[in-house]
């Protein structure tokens, strides 16, 4: 059976039911561009609240014990599987940063030479370990004799971590909200259009067509929609971060596109339209075609 | 002789209402019957049997010799290729023109576009409406659209038309010219046609075969009750 007449019959049918199929289009498009805008923004307060995250970090200062016995913990330390890098202060660099913070008066240098500045070892955590863990650690690391003390701010930790769990959540139960709705709609409407060609299904019928053959251009339609409605979303939203959002919130400047470049989320959203059409249409048309 | 049409102890209700009980019929290639029966009586019931849209009761319904009740559904667009359906409110597609309406039931099938350009000529001729093939089917006469809706039941060559009082919404003239066009058919092409019909002038000016059916049961009209019981 010929593809080239399922297309046509396709794009006829969008022109045919005009109302029908700009409706499903519009829904269509509003779920792309929600989930777009979503994606887009989201992706930007993720990725800044993990940098938050990354800057907090460990501190373990050292008691006064030999260079090798901390280049020795240091090498323990790094060996953990909680622990994505470490950096080594010195005592001779932490006193030249309290005398460049501070100054040579008010007898700095007299305290510096006195020596009550330790060593230290600055400790980034990998963004999987919980934070239950991290305490655990802190617990066990203080036990060391060499270990004089561990700063580590548990509670900022905890925040930023679980802020960025919350919305990663929101985001996700948010896009399946807006993506089940945008695949009911298209149904719907492929369903109204199908109603409408029920004297046309039923003469197709008649003269011995197959459901797959009188599907096809159902379902062609649907992903015409899907094409048609995540283009314009896609417009709609470059446009929008171009102009509206900096206008709305100049200090915020251009958000930047995920992973960095526009043509990781123009084709998610590309294909995102073309599933919900495809998906909408399908289903509706394998339900109501055999009840034509 | 093949039988064409065959109804054997074919019993059919709806929801609990009986309409056939125990009807049998046969019809054999190149055979033009007559349906007749009041209103109600389910005369478009038997058409129905024969292209699927209904299952008997009870009974068996043959297309050449094959019982067709029990097909699976997905087999059921090859069963109506091998029939043509014309109604008395034509059915014709209003958003296509006279040749889409007759080229659509080619594509249905996977007829190459050349071959569909030459057959749709074809029938054209053959239903005398050759000049009309660009024309929107609404501003076409009935009898005009009755002949599209002939052409288009033929398209893929079927051996059998069922003919629902096809000439049901035309005037006189216009019925005459379907009448002429349906002998035709089963003269010149051997195609076995049944017909319903209430307008029994047109029976008397076209003889054929007749089956009518009153109070569920279907019997031969030219055969006396004496002679019928005697059959049994
Ligand atoms: N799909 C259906 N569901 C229920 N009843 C039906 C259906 N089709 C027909 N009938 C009933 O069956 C009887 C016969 O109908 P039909 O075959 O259309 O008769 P005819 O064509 O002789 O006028 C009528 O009483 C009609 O109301
Ligand atoms: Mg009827």
Known sequence: MSLGYSIK????????????????????????????????????????????????????????????????????????????????????????RFRAEFGDGFGSEALAELDFLPASYTVT??????????????????????????????????????????????????????????????????????????????????????????RRPFVIEGVLQGWIGSLLAFGVLDALFRWAVPLAIPQMGIVPWPLGAWYYLALSMFVLGTLIGLLGSTIASHRFIRLA | MNSVLELDHVSLSYQGKPVLAECSMSLQEGDFCYLLGPTGSGKSSILKLFYRETKPTKGDVKLHGESIQ?????????????????????????????????????????????????RVKHLLDLVGLGHKKKEDVRVLSGGEQQRIAIARALANDPDVLLADEPTGNLDPGASTVIMELLHQINKEQNVTILMVTHDHSLVKRYPGKRLELKDGTLYDPSVTPTQRLSSI
């Open chain 1, 125 to 214: 955590m990998t963004p999987e370990t919980p934070i239950e863990e991290i305490q655990q650690q802190v617990e066990r690391l203080e036990e060391f004799q060499e270990v004089d003390d561990i700063a580590f701010n548990a509670a900022l930790y905890q925040q930023l971590r679980s802020r960025v769990d919350q919305s990663i959540w929101v985001g996700i139960s948010v896009a399946s909200v807006i993506l089940i709705a945008s695949i009911w709609l298209v149904f719907n409407t492929i369903r109204l259009t199908i109603y409408a060609k029920r004297d046309t299904i039923k003469a197709m019928k008649l003269v011995g067509a197959t459901n797959a053959f009188i």
């Open chain 1, 9 to 96: 019959e396709g794009f006829a049918g969008f022109g045919r039911t005009k109302l029908a199929s700009a409706t499903s289009t519009f829904s269509l498009f509003i779920a792309v561009l929600l989930a777009g805008f979503l994606t887009r923004g989201g992706y930007a307060l993720y990725s800044l609240a993990v940098d938050l995250t990354d800057e907090v970090q460990m501190e373990i200062f050292f008691a006064p014990i030999s260079d090798d016995r901390i280049q020795e913990f240091g090498d323990y330390i790094e060996e953990q599987p909680w622990v994505e890098s470490i950096m080594f202060t010195s005592k001779e660099t932490a006193s030249e």
């Open chain 2, 70 to 118: 029990n097909l699976a559904d997905r087999k059921i667009p090859f069963i109506r290729r091998q029939l043509g359906v014309v109604f008395q409110d034509f059915q014709l597609l209003h958003d296509r023109n006279v040749f889409e309406n007759i080229a659509f039931a080619l594509r249905v099938t996977g007829t190459p576009s050349s071959t569909i350009d030459q």
